[in-house]
């Protein structure tokens, strides 16, 4: 069974960073695309960053220049560097990735960032 794992969640003040990591067990094949989305309390969740197979990356205009997604193709891991965090960005973040034509998502780990 294919399963997406994040770890690296937690409390951190603001100015503070934080790494995030998305690993894929229990299939022979590589991560395609893949991205980073969050759900904070009373909102939509949204998409943070995306990567590619090709490592084109996207990031919501909200973290450009804060956050930075990135892989490592061999050990089927996907992380996102969260720097210079605020308040807002707190919320449950989500990993999702494109494996062998099918869709997985995570189970979520909380952010979040004190003031």
């Known amino acids: 069974q294919v399963q997406l794992v994040e770890s690296g969640g937690g409390l951190v003040q603001a100015g503070g960073s934080l790494r995030l990591s998305c690993a894929a067990s229990?299939?022979?094949?590589?991560?395609?695309?893949a991205g980073w989305h969050r759900q904070a309390p009373g909102k939509q969740r949204e998409l943070v960053a995306g990567i590619s197979k090709f490592e084109s990356t996207n990031y919501a205009d909200s973290v450009k220049g804060r956050f930075t997604i990135s892989r490592d193709n061999a050990k089927k891991v996907v992380f996102l560097q969260m720097d210079s965090l605020k308040p807002e960005d707190t919320a449950v973040y989500y990993c999702n990735a494109l494996l062998g034509g099918r869709d997985y998502w995570g189970q979520g780990t909380q952010v979040t960032v004190s003031s």
């Open positions: 229990g299939s022979t094949f590589l991560i395609n695309d």
